[in-house]
């Protein structure tokens, strides 16, 4: 083990001690306390700005449990009835609070709380990238040129960290507007004229920590969990006990059928959720890290699904992955999912397989169908200082597949120096949605 993989284990290691048939409800967000989840979801009559988020809760058949997600629709959707949108999906990265030392895990008042400071899973798009803002800004015909966008971006920011939405170190309203518009987005002059992107549909579904894969197992380590609606709090005796270190658990939820899952909820939200009759059958889906691989693993395994997928800073190459004591102390749902994770003894105990793997693979896939350069309909991305080889060196052998140049972003003002975080990939949503934008309007 390299000393570098050593320390990030060892960073990791000291944060975390720090059935139904499918049909949908509209419960309050688990966090409903977040000041942001609140300026979203809950406007002042003070606000400026407006965005039509809502909170929807989905009875899983193949999960058998009650999962919630986002819905993001764009303005004036209440409004114009006759319109009609492509719907995208964006999914979460890998949830490290969900490992930590038994005084956080096993009381279920304790769990939720860790949960709702961290605010990750289907939160993080909406909390951490700030997509609903971002989107919102980007769809807006008001926009002439990029200067009006940057400054409706500055502006919208503004209203957003008054109201408590920006965390504690983050970057100004301006330079979060900057690194969106003026460092990515376009680098030309701030008065070329503006084409704002394909008003959608967006969608943040919970992944949990299931690698958006179906387990290769078919079975849970866990006890059964009962249905507490859309949260992911748990209670006591539901905790797992997977390490040799005795203090160290996993909460549940987090193995099954995850892949299965999200075609599920594709095809449920279509036919039962209210807003049905306005989507078109286009469709796109991204994500980051984790989510990166199930963007594109599902979007290239479901082509009639989706038209466009996008990637940040994903997993793109799975068989990169083969430290098993790296695995078990970081993301032991990755043995079990993609091979056997043996509980409470020691990493060689475990087994990953290879053939699983391949078949889950996105460069794997790419190899399999044959394809010789980059279908228009992905996009990726990844930042130079991603902290994690698995990341640089997976987006790479993407790279050499794809006959493709370097697609690894520089750091630059305001993007979290392009590392493995929320606000490099924030810099980016403007390049992402335009991405998809551009697929869905054909």
Known sequence: MSIKTYRFILAVVLLSCLGASPGFGSDRPCCSDDPEISYLLSPRSTQKFRYEVRYETFSSTVLGKKKGFFVILPEGFDRNSGDRYPVLFLLHGYNFQRNGVWWKVADPEKAGKVFCEAREEEYHWLIHEDVAVIAAALMDPRSLTYGDLEKSLEERFGELSRHGGLAKGDYTPKEIAQSIVSHNFHTGSLKDPYTPVRKMVLVLPDGDNGFYTDENEGKSLFPETRDQGGCDGFLEGEAYSYSFFPFFYMKPGALG?????????????????PIRGRIFRKRGIGGVSMGGLGAVKIGLKYPDLFQSMSSQSGLLDLEVIKNKWMLKMLMPEYLEIFGRLEPKRFPPSSSLDLNYIRANNPVSILKEKKVGRLPASIYFDYGKNEDYSGITVGNRNFEKVT?????????QPFNGRAGHNYQFWRSRLGVVLKHHSDQLRQ
Request: aromatic share 8%.
């Open 257 to 273: 059928k995850y892949e299965s899952y999200l075609i599920e909820l594709v095809r449920s939200i279509e036919s039962h959720l």
């Open 403 to 411: 006959g493709e140049g370097s697609h690894q972003i520089d750091v």
